[in-house]
Nanobody, 126 residues
């Protein structure tokens, strides 16, 4: 079955950088759209960045544009999120998501994604 395992979270100071990884198994990696979502306590899960199937296009949430970079390495079945200039409001649990058939208009709603990792905590102190 599809498994997604996130790693790389931690506690950093404002302005620092951090790279998250999501290792995928049980799927044809290039055939899946892949995304990072995050969730702060008491808040909805929000889209951070998404890569279409085959990595043809990438989209970012408005709050992270210019600071975060999404990349995927198909040969290693791994999705990355490079986060720079981190802010306290970037804190939360970061989740990796995958779906084979999701369409672009459905990307932003976490309920439309089929597979999820267990999440990794990112805490940014001021």
């Amino acid at each position: 079955q599809v498994q997604l395992v996130e790693s790389g979270g931690g506690t950093v100071q404002a302005g620092d950088s951090l790279t998250l990884s999501c290792a995928a198994s049980g799927l044809t990696f290039r055939a899946y759209a892949l995304a990072w979502f995050r969730q702060a306590p008491g808040a909805e899960r929000e889209l951070v960045a998404v890569s279409s199937r085959n990595g043809g296009s990438t989209s970012y949430g408005d709050s992270v544009k210019g600071r975060f970079t999404l990349s995927r390495e198909n040969a290693k079945n791994t999705l990355y999120l490079r986060m720079t200039s981190l802010k306290p409001e970037d804190s939360g649990v970061y989740y990796c998501a995958a779906d084979r058939s999701i369409i672009v208009s459905s990307w932003y709603n976490h309920k439309n994604w089929n597979y999820w990792g267990q999440g990794t905590q990112v805490t940014v102190s001021s």
